[in-house]
């Protein structure tokens, strides 16, 4: 997002080929199965550039992702946040360690502040919502590992409670 330099991201390396990544984040509904912290996960319109679904966590907030790009086999972006409210932008990448291994990276540059002076949103950001936001990607990325590996829907809040979502 141009103008604002704020962002977290992880990610991790998951013991499978790419195209099984890519299967796991681009299939309809994907969440439901992968993220720790989502109750549900509805698809509006699927799959592609026009892809919109639904995200409820677990605390009962709802966001909406709306997809921008969408470069089959390598990942997307999206934009997410209320539904008529402030958005954030998202980036789902995978690409090939090797035949075996893939790496997933999510990125995101939350609006949060984003009508904040500099000063203020910046300490803001450092001290509060980067770390808060890199665990919520922890989460995320290493669910996606866990129910690849393990083949069954991860288990809520697998790796804690997050404040936000939980």
């Known amino acids: 997002m141009r103008g604002w330099p704020f962002y977290a991201d992880n990610s991790v390396v998951i ?49 909406v992702r709306r997809f921008q790009t969408w470069d089959e086999g390598d990942g997307y972006s999206l934009m997410t946040g209320r539904e008529g409210g402030r ?25 949060l502040l984003s009508d904040r002076n500099r ?5 803001a950001y450092l001290f509060y919502i980067r770390p808060k936001l890199r665990k919520y990607l922890f989460s995320v990325t290493r669910g996606f590992a866990w129910q690849i ?3 069954k829907k991860i288990p809520r809040n697998h790796f804690g409670e997050h404040p936000w979502f939980s």
Do not use: M
Not at 19 to 26: R, Y
Not at 119 to 123: C, E
């Open 119 to 123: 000063i203020t949103a910046s300490l």
């Open 15 to 63: 013991d499978a080929p790419k195209e099984v990544v890519w299967k796991a984040i681009s299939s309809p509904g994907n969440l439901n199965d992968s993220h720790p912290f989502c109750l549900e996960n509805k698809v509006l319109n699927w799959p592609g550039e026009e892809s919109v679904d639904t995200l409820e966590y677990l605390n009962g907030f709802v966001i």
């Open 149 to 151: 590996k393990n083949k």
């Open 87 to 111: 958005q954030s932008f998202v980036k789902w990448e995978i690409s090939e360690v090797s035949a075996e291994r893939t790496l997933l990276k999510i990125t995101v540059h939350p609006h």
